[in-house]
């Protein structure tokens, strides 16, 4: 971990005492890697958490879907689901564990629909509809397709095998139409979670200066976004979906998709 100078620490401290936090939520699906090499059950974990800044983790409830796609067949995971307490830099939160059942060659889209988390400071509910894509023996079956969310993010580049210094792109869809003009948060993941001790690690790297990075997707919900480091990133869609009130507040529905970047060797 780098040093920051005196302003970059007050400032960090200014962001955490101000009610909204400048860092984005992001719903994590965290494997060890995306690429399967011995068939088994994969260990999961999944943490509501603010993973750039190794910041504040958020409570979860139980998720409302949690379940696989492979060769276009849909399996519930739900029953797979272990509450767990994630122990994160500043605090710990009630995150879950569970397996994916990878055997067959091919991919393997992951998909988590939360229940939805309310932000006291914003007095509105988020709900991260979350995927990602795993692999085994390169052998593409299922990452171009969208799931039928009613909302996603549809990966224009193969997500378990994107290269730093290339791009990633994606189209953002609610109820499979793009949505032009929605506001997409990314974030790397500084500090891998330990699936063994169920905590975060030392964060490689940490926040931008200038707060969130953001991108605007096109006409055609498409947006791109250069990859200029090795690991985990996030996209998330803002409210994106469909649905806007939960239980009488604003809800904000959002599309997140987490990508592998590997360096060329
Ligand atoms: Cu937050």
Do not use: C
Request: net charge negative; glycine share 8%.
């Amino acid at each position: 971990m780098k040093f920051k100078s005196l302003a970059a620490l007050l400032a960090t401290s200014a962001t955490l005492l101000s009610p909204v936090a400048a860092s984005a939520h992001f719903l994590l699906h965290y494997t060890d890697s995306s690429l399967i090499e011995r068939p088994g059950d994969v260990p999961v974990g999944l943490i509501f958490w603010h993973p750039m800044a190794n910041g504040h983790a958020m409570d979860m409830g139980k998720p409302e879907e949690f379940y696989m796609i492979h060769n276009g067949e849909k399996t519930d995971l739900s029953d797979r689901l272990q509450p767990a307490t994630f122990k994160g830099a500043e605090n710990e939160s009630a995150a879950y564990t569970a397996s994916i059942p990878v055997k067959r060659s091919g991919d393997y889209v992951v998909v988590t629909v939360p229940a939805p988390y309310y932000e006291e400071s914003e007095d509105i509910y988020i709900q991260q509809i979350t995927k990602s894509v795993l692999n085994r023996n390169t052998l593409p079956t299922d990452w171009d397709q969208p799931v039928g969310l009613p909302t996603e993010i549809l990966p224009l580049n193969k997500p378990y095998n994107v290269i730093v210094g290339s791009t990633f792109s994606g189209q953002v869809l609610a109820d499979g139409k793009p949505v032009a003009g929605a506001e997409i948060e990314i974030e790397f993941m500084a500090s891998e979670p330990d699936l063994e001790t169920f905590a975060t690690t030392d964060p490689t790297t940490g926040e931008m200066p200038g707060g969130a990075i953001v991108a605007i997707s096109d006409a055609n919900g498409v947006f791109t976004f250069g990859i200029p480091k090795a690991g985990y990133w996030g996209f998330a869609a803002l409210g994106s979906g469909p649905a806007t009130e939960h239980e009488g507040k604003e809800l904000s529905q959002d599309a997140v998709i987490w990508i592998e970047a590997t360096d060329l060797k």
